[in-house]
């Protein structure tokens, strides 16, 4: 019987690392901006693993000899779900956000720091102008430096780069069309240097979207005119 009884507490051992794991690749990463999402997936699936138990009650008070057995099973059982809680919650958390998180053996207040608080507020703040600045900067140099070699489509190249100009104005730094559509210009190589300056002619300026078919259509065109050089080489 007590053989039985160990083999099973090994296999709910085994069991629920394993499936904590399952669980968590189902959670969204925790990246400053998605914490009710978050936070409402974490505590699902911490009580479809029954792991929720430190969420539910309050820390109890440290055991002694004097306790029951009821009160010894209890703290033992609040113990096992905050020190797994934690372990799944810092599998979902991003890690820039990670690195700079409070150490704390508390669940509750691991989760609070996480949560609309003041602590947190202020933690977002000097982090985020921390890392948000910097990767807001390294992006700005990259779409104004940016220049399309051929090795991919125009619509590819255009593409990044107002996938870039959308990722900036996330990070609060603005990209005005206008601008976009110069870099994009910026951009090109010389073989495109007739078609900047009709376009610099032109009195009616260009969206983002409307510069992007054009450009794919002169593309083609250049495509089309090396091709025929090419064959009309081959033909002397």
Not at 35 to 55: I, M, T
Not at 82 to 111: G, H, Q, V
Not at 196 to 210: F, G, I, L
Request: hydrophobic share 40%; charged share 20%.
């Amino acid at each position: 019987m007590t053989q039985s009884i160990n083999v099973r507490h090994v296999l709910i051992a085994v069991y629920v690392p394993v499936f904590l794991h399952s669980h968590a690749s189902s959670v969204p990463v925790f990246n400053g901006l998605n914490f009710l999402d978050w936070s409402e997936q974490v505590q699902f699936h911490l009580g479809v693993l029954d792991l929720d138990l430190a969420f539910q009650v309050e820390k109890p008070a440290a055991i002694t000899d004097a306790n029951s057995n009821k009160e010894k099973a209890h703290y033992k059982a609040w113990e096992r779900s905050n020190r797994l809680s934690l372990m799944f919650m810092r599998m979902n958390i991003a890690s820039n956000i990670k690195s700079a998180l409070p150490k704390t053996d508390d669940t509750k207040e691991f989760m609070k720091f996480v949560d609309d608080t003041k602590e947190f507020m202020k933690f977002v703040e000097e982090c985020s102008q921390t890392v948000d600045k910097s990767l807001a900067g390294t992006m700005m140099s990259t779409l104004t430096t940016m220049k399309f070699d051929g090795s991919r489509t125009m619509h590819e190249h255009v593409i990044e780069m107002t996938n870039i100009a959308a990722r900036l104005t996330s990070l609060g730094m603005v990209v005005d069309e206008s601008f976009l559509v110069q870099f994009i210009l910026n951009s090109l190589p010389s073989e495109y240097g007739p078609f900047q300056m009709n376009y610099n002619t032109m009195k009616d300026k260009w969206n983002v979207h409307e510069l992007h078919n054009m450009l794919v259509q002169e593309e083609t065109r250049l495509k089309n005119l090396r091709s025929h050089s090419i064959q009309y080489v081959k033909n002397q």
